[in-house]
């Protein structure tokens, strides 16, 4: 089954305490991307990347990283997680191209106290 | 700023209904826009997309309606089910990025 996946699904964790969610999509997709949802904001885009070893920031990347060492897998990393980075976040993918439409996994939940 | 937004953050709709979500952008160079459904819980889900080439498209039950000329998109689903009930955002890409830029979304219910 096309699909992208996140783990975990639910996290909570403490301010500071470095961590990483992963992404992988088995999709071949070129396209990968990372979202976080808050309420009143809606979707915003942390950071995409647009093939192996290609990464950009989007709208709101501070206190992020990513990496894309493979084509399928697209981990976010919180270096030193704050209470603001609370959220529900997404991974998304693509084929790739400006035009194509992307496809979103099930979503983590972050709480950091 | 530029975004893309909805006009209501809410719908009900009875169950048969047909219904109209609305979304408005700013930016005239978005040639690519996408609706999603986000069911409680999940991730959004794609349901139809249309470049600016085009004026409408029809999928299943759903047809989306884009009029570029006063910068709008619109969802028309037909004969609204329950299973219809979420969250619906619309989402652009701009002509010279890549990222979706979305709006805050409307939230359907669906009574029987």
């Known amino acids: 089954e096309a699909q992208v996946t996140q783990n975990p699904r639910y996290l909570i964790t403490v301010t500071g305490k470095k961590l990483t969610v992963t992404c992988s999509q088995n999709?071949?997709?070129?396209?990968m991307s990372w979202y976080r949802q808050d309420p009143g904001l809606g979707l915003r885009q942390i950071y995409y990347?647009?093939?192996?070893?290609?990464?950009d920031k989007g709208d709101v990347p501070e206190g992020y990283k990513v990496s894309r060492k493979e084509k399928r897998n697209f981990p976010l990393i919180l270096e030193s997680p704050s209470p603001n980075q609370t959220s529900l976040y997404f991974c998304?993918?693509?084929?790739?191209?400006?035009?194509?439409?992307?496809?979103f996994g099930p979503g983590t939940r972050l709480l950091v106290l | 700023g530029e975004s893309v937004g909805l006009h209501l953050p809410t719908l009900s709709v009875q169950e048969g209904d047909n219904s109209i979500i609305n979304c408005a952008y700013s930016?005239?160079?978005?040639?690519?826009f996408i609706w999603y459904k986000q069911e409680s819980g999940k991730g959004p889900q794609f349901i139809i997309d249309?470049?600016?080439?085009?004026d409408k498209r029809q999928g299943q039950r759903v047809t989306v309606l884009l009029n570029k000329t006063v910068k709008h998109l619109s969802l028309q689903i037909a004969a609204t089910q329950p299973g219809d009930s979420a969250v619906y955002f619309c989402?652009?890409?701009?002509?010279?990025?890549?990222?979706?830029?979305f709006g805050k979304g409307t939230t359907l219910s669906v009574s029987s």
């Open positions: 998304a993918s693509s084929p790739g191209g400006r035009k194509g439409a992307q496809y």
């Open positions: 999709m071949n997709h070129e396209y």
């Open positions: 990347s647009m093939n192996v070893e290609v990464t």
């Open positions: 930016n005239s160079a978005s040639d690519y």
């Open positions: 249309i470049r600016s080439n085009m």
């Open positions: 989402a652009e890409k701009r002509e010279a990025g890549t990222a979706l830029i």
